[in-house]
Structures are given as structure tokens and as C-alpha cells.
């Protein structure tokens, strides 16, 4: 595989392709995509527009901008094309966003992904260093895509650039965390989840995940809505009594719960 830079995008073409990525990597219709004069507009104003480049073309981009906080940035999209997926891209792009805002004096970026997406969690949880503490029922309403045919379920991704656990993260592969005889707060059976348990109390706790949420998605929508309406009850229900998301496990996916 050619070798993968990023760096800041110009002008209007490359905006266009932007555009266009969002349309291969999420199948998006045209009424979900952030046009280009918008994404110009935000660069101009103080946002990141960043792509990911390999012999010689796009295959990936970061779109981020400022929020009321002047130490917090919001990263609303991250796409890479299927076939440079596990290739580094993505977390090159990254890096890249971390170091433009820490450049800037921002401390922390943040951004929401689809709680039943395994290569998602594992990616923002375990290779990012991220957390997360925050559910949003429904977020963005009805969607387009790869994300058609559920409510748009989102978890908000906390990411302080400046942390030790951050910065060893993005730059070596973490050592898998001990989670034997940790309690469960649910039980799965093949794919379906058949219970929620909301009494425990331990300083780690794990909660479990399908393995392929999009292909569930795709072939049995009822399935996707009960799991929707699992992570609904357990998630938040925990988040109040002062556990975060820290850290994701494949094979079976599995998150990790820690009190703060």
C-alpha cells in the first residue's frame, strides 16, 4: 500500500472531493452531505479541513471547527475510503487534527459516533485514547446511507489532547486490558440481547456489543431497534451513576465501564 500524508486541504476542488468522499464512504443522499461552500466557509472561519492523500489521490479527510469554548474543537466527520481502511489513514489524520489544535492553544476535541459501531468504539476508545460519558437518544434524526433504518443513536467521544493515555495511545498499540471475572451489565445470546442488569457496582464493569451492527442493520431492522433500545436503557442508566466508556475489546465486542 503507497505511503499516506495529510495535510491541510486548498481551494475549492479539494473541498469538491470532500464532498464526494462523503458520498462513497457513508452513502449518503445529497440532503446529508456538508456541501463545499459550507466546509470553505467553516475553513475560512477557523476550522479543519484536512485530507488524507496516497498516490496521488484523496482517500480520507477530517472536518472540524470551533465551538463557544475556545479550548474545545468539534470533529464532526472523519471518513476513510473502504479499501485504505486499516492502512494507518485514519489515524494520521488524527494525529494531525491533535497537533493543528494543540497549535492553536486547544485542549480538547470532541465528536459523536454510533454506539453499536465495534470498529468505531475500538477505534476512538482503544487507539485514540477518547472516553465517553454522554448519550444522545436519536441525535441527528433520520439518516441516509449505512446509517438508514434506526434512530441515529450517538455517543459523545471526550478527547484531551494533552493527556498521558492520549498521547501513548496514538503512538503505540495499547496492551489489551485484564478483564477477567469483570461483571457484565448484559446478557447477549448469539445476537440478541436478553437482559439488562442495572444493579451492579464494581469499579470496571463490561458491556457487549454485536459484532456486526451494519449487517444486522441491513438484514433484520427489528433486531437493530431492540439493540437500539438495549443501549438506551443500560448506557445512560450507568453514565448517571459515574461510569464512562475507557477502553473496547474485540471478538466478542465488549466495552469497559470505569467510574470516574
Known sequence: ??????????????????????????????????????LIAVQDEGGLVAGAFAEGRMVGFVFGFPTKDPALHHSHMLGVLEAYRGTGAALL???????????????????????????????????????????FPDHYGPMSGINAGAP????LAEWDLLS????????????????????????????????ARLD????????????DWGRILREDPALALTWREHSRLVLPHYFAR???LVDFLRHPNRYVLAKD
Open 152 to 155: 441515529s443513536d450517538r455517543l
Open 93 to 135: 489524520l488524527k494525529r494531525f487534527q491533535r497537533d493543528w489544535c494543540l497549535a492553536r492553544g486547544i485542549r480538547k476535541v470532541v465528536w459523536t459516533f454510533d454506539p453499536m459501531r465495534g470498529a468505531n468504539a475500538n477505534f476512538n476508545l482503544r487507539k485514540l485514547g477518547a472516553t465517553a460519558r454522554t448519550y
Open 200 to 211: 451492579l457496582e464494581a469499579e470496571r464493569l463490561l458491556f457487549q456489543i454485536p459484532e
Open 1 to 38: 500500500m503507497a505511503e499516506v500524508h495529510v495535510r491541510e486541504l486548498r481551494g475549492w476542488e479539494e473541498m469538491e472531493e470532500v464532498v464526494a468522499l462523503q458520498r462513497e464512504v457513508w452513502g449518503r443522499a445529497e440532503s446529508d452531505l456538508v456541501p463545499r461552500g459550507l
Open 164 to 195: 498521558e493515555r492520549v498521547y501513548a495511545r496514538i503512538y503505540a498499540p495499547p496492551p489489551e486490558p485484564e478483564v477477567a471475572g469483570l461483571p457484565q451489565v448484559n446478557r447477549v445470546e448469539g445476537e440478541v440481547p436478553l437482559e
Open 242 to 244: 459515574g461510569y464512562r
